[in-house]
């Protein structure tokens, strides 16, 4: 199998990526316009990103392609109706940025409770101006709100709680009881936890039609006068121009890792309004770049091909439709002999019922094996009653979904 790795990769990683006898493309000079190229000449069946984008001519040409893995969490830099037309699976390493996304968010925070880059700057210019350095509100007891609790939400939340903060969050799936075993106060709504916080986070993946300007001009509106906005999730959760507004009337501060248009590559000429007046900093989308982070994707990434190739499983697939709604679960303890599951299916087929998701496990000793098959539909009892009249099926259990 060959892998080619699209992107910055760490030298562990293509190491253990070769201890599994896979034959390794590494490309980390590869742009998104070089990518259909490499994919057609190159016959990967695997391929890395990071940030470099996966367009659906890219997946289309590569006929070989059968797995793209993000190097991260956010997978909108990939056609995901591209890759789920052509069969090929996308998966993602959530979480394992995490920590460093949480630093830096903390780092931008005080940043601008302490205005230490400005600091730095004047100090390094050669002026000493402590009386006008020398004003901050600090961050015990204010309020933080964090837009989204999922894995970096949280990791903010145990470090604002260790600053003293008060934090609260908003997020659709977020409980009491789930709240409060994180030290947090939900939030009933958006616009409340913008209008009661001295510092907004915001930590969602970006989705088209779920997530694009989420923070607009109305919840802009919303906030504190003398708030602050810090943005560490993805370029397009916020509307840009509708924050270069609100920071020109100064009622605002932000800081700011990501943005609208931001340039894909790792260098490049590039200016936004939003940089241009006071109140503001920015940092060029280097929030999960850590050494520490850059190690735990690899050793995600490793581990998500090893199960592929000896396995057939991927783990953190964002492209596969779970069973839901209608249908039921059958599970057939079975013989583990050629043909059962062959024929198992072909009964399904015969009475028009369509596998959703399957997963056959063996029992030591090579003896007995369970199959956990989804449908669309319950099996008739007749078709029941053919499949555990049979000698090599041990029993059949129909469960509604």
């Known amino acids: 199998m060959r892998v080619l790795i699209a992107d910055k990769f760490s030298a562990e990683g293509k190491a253990s990526l070769a201890t599994l006898g896979l034959s390794i493309d590494d490309r980390p000079e590869l742009g998104a316009d070089d990518l259909p190229d490499a994919l057609a000449q190159g016959g990967a069946s695997v391929l890395v990103v990071r940030s470099t ?25 990939i056609d995901l109706e591209a890759a789920s ?30 205005s230490i880059p400005d600091a730095v700057a004047e100090l390094r210019g050669g002026h000493w101006l402590k009386k006008r350095f020398g004003k901050a509100r600090g961050l015990f007891g ?31 799936a977020l409980t009491d009881a789930d709240a409060e075993a994180n030290e947090v106060t939900r939030a009933s709504s958006l616009e409340a936890l913008l209008g009661g916080s001295d510092v907004v986070s915001v930590h969602v993946p970006y989705i088209k039609g779920r997530t694009h300007h989420l923070i607009g001009e109305p919840e802009l509106a919303a906030m504190k006068d003398g708030a602050v906005l810090v ?42 309004p939003l940089l241009q007046g006071p109140g503001v900093y920015g940092t060029p989308h280097i929030g999960a770049s850590t050494d520490q982070a850059s190690d735990a994707i690899a050793d995600e990434v490793v581990r998500i091909i090893a199960d592929y190739l000896q396995q057939g499983v991927v783990h953190h697939c964002v492209n596969i439709q779970r069973p839901r709604g209608e249908g039921c679960t059958v599970v057939i303890r079975h013989l583990d002999r050629v043909g059962v599951l062959a024929a198992v299916l072909d009964a399904f087929q015969k009475e028009q019922l369509n596998v959703q998701e399957m997963h056959n496990v063996i029992f030591d000793g090579n003896a007995a094996a369970s199959a956990t098959i989804s449908l669309a539909h319950e099996p008739s009892r007749q078709l029941v009653a053919r499949l555990e009249s049979r000698d090599d099926v041990l029993a059949v259990s129909v469960r509604p979904r």
């Open 53 to 77: 984008k996966v367009t659906a001519e890219a997946i289309g040409r590569a006929s070989a392609l059968s797995l793209i893995i993000r190097a991260g969490a956010g997978v909108n830099t």
């Open 85 to 114: 037309t052509h069969g090929v699976f996308v998966a993602n390493t959530p979480g394992k940025n995490a920590i460093a996304v949480a630093e830096l968010t903390m780092g931008l925070i005080l940043s601008l409770d302490r």
């Open 142 to 172: 204010r309020r933080l709100g964090l837009v989204g609790f999922g894995a970096i939400g949280r990791e903010v939340a145990l470090r604002a709680n260790a600053f003293g903060m008060d934090v609260h969050a908003y997020d659709v």
């Open 231 to 272: 943005h560490t999730a993805r370029g397009g959760v916020v509307d840009d121009a509708a924050l270069a507004e609100a920071l020109r009337s100064g009622r605002i501060r932000a800081a700011l890792d990501v943005f609208e248009g931001e340039p894909a590559d790792g260098e490049a000429e590039w200016s936004s």
